[in-house]
């Protein structure tokens, strides 16, 4: 059950990566560097300080999961960044100060992460609208796409299928960007279709890493991210 949780799990970060870099149009976005694994975990924080009911605090994480990640996009879309290795390093700057209040997560039996499933099919059926929604508000307008309403379908989404994975399986460091870019790098630019190879890839490179060593998720990922970093400077 723990393999197969993880590997739910691993695909769902994934997926969630691929949302939110259609969302933002930027490659480093993900439920890591917008702050929602870590609004999560605060809000189980918070919840255990003051409720023993775990609704309420299936609730509060939720809950901290939505507004810190609606706050994240807010500010920037208001900085109005050229570069978008400014969202990753702000991301950081994020995560550390919403960490800074602790690291609370795995509460729930691993069954709960099966909650992300319909969310990542909801995910795969909107992929379209959530491409559109990050060309601008004024050109999904244009093509009769609700921009704000989209918007919002693609956040809760997203910090459902989150706030899921961190209350059963913990915080899954750098999945959410690295998956998505490999896949990108290896068979292009084309999400509708990527998501099956983002979904495997995701499941498989979590799975392994927790066969060998959990700390593996970190450090294979860091590398792998640094590669992208490169990549991305000298290739475009």
């Known amino acids: ?6 590997a739910v799990a691993g695909m769902s970060i994934s997926i969630c990566g691929v949302v939110l870099q259609s969302l933002l149009r930027n490659k480093f976005a993900s ?7 870590h ?13 023993a ?36 390093l ?8 919403l960490s800074s209040f602790g690291i609370f997560y795995g509460i729930l039996n691993y069954e709960w992460v099966f909650v992300c499933l319909p969310f990542i099919a909801m995910a795969y059926l909107y992929e379209r609208k959530f491409a559109m929604v990050g060309m601008g508000e004024n050109f999904a307008n244009l093509i009769g796409i609700k921009h704000r309403l989209v918007t919002n379908i693609a956040i809760i989404v997203v910090s459902i299928i989150t706030t899921a994975v961190v209350l059963t399986i913990g915080i899954i460091p750098l999945v959410g960007i690295v998956i998505p870019n490999i ?7 084309n999400t509708k279709r990527n998501f099956i190879y983002v979904a495997t890839l995701g499941a498989v490179f979590v799975v392994v890493s927790d066969v060998f060593s959990v700390s593996v998720t970190v450090l294979g990922g860091g590398v792998l991210l640094v590669l992208l970093f490169v990549r991305r400077k000298f290739y475009g």
């Not at 439920?31 to 694994?37: I, Y």
């Open 1 to 6: 059950m723990r393999l197969l949780a993880l």
């Open 31 to 37: 439920p890591t560097t917008v702050g929602t694994m």
């Open 39 to 51: 609004g999560a975990s605060l809000g189980i924080v918070f919840a255990t300080a003051f409720f």
């Open 53 to 88: 009911n775990i609704f309420l605090q299936i609730s509060f994480s939720l809950i901290f999961a939505l507004v810190s990640t609606f706050a994240f996009i807010k500010i920037i879309k208001y900085a109005n960044f050229k570069s978008e290795f400014f969202l990753p």
């Open 90 to 97: 702000l991301g950081f700057v994020y995560i550390g100060v």
């Open 183 to 189: 896949v990108r790098l290896i068979f292009g630019e």
